[in-house]
T-cell receptor, first 112, second 110 residues
Framework: ETGVTQSPTHLIKTRGQQVTLRCSSQ?????VSWYQQALGQGPQFIFQ???????GRGNFPPRFSGLQFPNYSSELNVNALELDDSALYLC???????????FGPGTRLTVL | SQQGEEDPQALSIQEGENATMNCSYK?????LQWYRQNSGRGLVHLIL?????REKHSGRLRVTLDTSKKSSSLLITASRAADTASYFC??????????FGAGTTVTVRA
């Protein structure tokens, strides 16, 4: 157990809808990253938040956005869902000034 | 950023045998990390090796790093059925993010 939880476990949406995925990190983990993992691929970095501000972003469009809260929880929001957004979404948190990331179990999003 | 590339894509071994997988990357790194993923679930951190280290051990895991060849290897000794998983390397440059390759899928046969 990594102490990182994600909700919901599974989600089905239709194209064009919006979705919010949630992540709860361990206390003290002030850095959280979000990844998208398509079937058979490795996780792809979406963005990272540090102390409630975005401090890095991968090659994802602006319709992917996030929030980080003072209680070590965070959200990933995706607007105007597309079929290719179907994937496992992973959040990972880490302690300050450390490199090891602790992953949650992921949310499986299916877009129909 | 840069992406690790694991080789082979898939590996099938008998229980008790050793499993070796390799990772290559392109630019200079701060450290390189290995993660395991079981059946599409969350990733679990296995080991981190820094750029000034050449070898590191953790239980049945042995990781090597050759910065001159920009490569790393992960050895799992005396494999068990529970080692069946996908293994990913993640080179970390001086930026903040991990970049994963497609991974090596290891199957341990009883």
């Amino acid at each position: 157990e990594t102490g990182v939880t994600q909700s919901p476990t599974h989600l089905i949406k239709t194209r064009g809808q919006q979705v919010t995925l949630r992540c709860s990190s361990q206390s003290g983990h002030n850095t959280v990253s979000w990844y998208q993992q398509a079937l058979g691929q490795g996780p792809q970095f979406i963005f990272q938040y540090y102390r409630e501000e975005e401090n890095g972003r991968g090659n994802f469009p602006p319709r992917f956005s996030g929030l980080q809260f003072p209680n070590y929880s965070s959200e990933l929001n995706v607007n105007a869902l597309e079929l290719d957004d179907s994937a496992l979404y992973l959040c990972a948190s880490s302690l300050p000034l450390t490199d090891t990331q602790y992953f949650g179990p992921g949310t499986r999003l299916t877009v129909l | 950023s840069q992406q690790g590339e694991e080789d082979p894509q898939a590996l099938s071994i008998q229980e008790g045998e050793n499993a070796t997988m390799n990772c290559s990357y392109k630019t200079s790194i701060n450290n390189l990390q290995w993660y395991r993923q079981n059946s599409g679930r969350g990733l679990v951190h296995l080991i981190l090796i820094r750029s000034n280290e050449r070898e590191k051990h953790s239980g049945r895991l042995r990781v090597t790093l050759d910065t001159s060849k920009k490569s790393s290897s992960l050895l799992i000794t005396a494999s068990r059925a529970a080692d069946t998983a996908s293994y990913f390397c993640a080179p970390r440059s001086n930026d903040y993010k991990l970049s994963f390759g497609a991974g090596t899928t290891v199957t341990v046969r009883a």
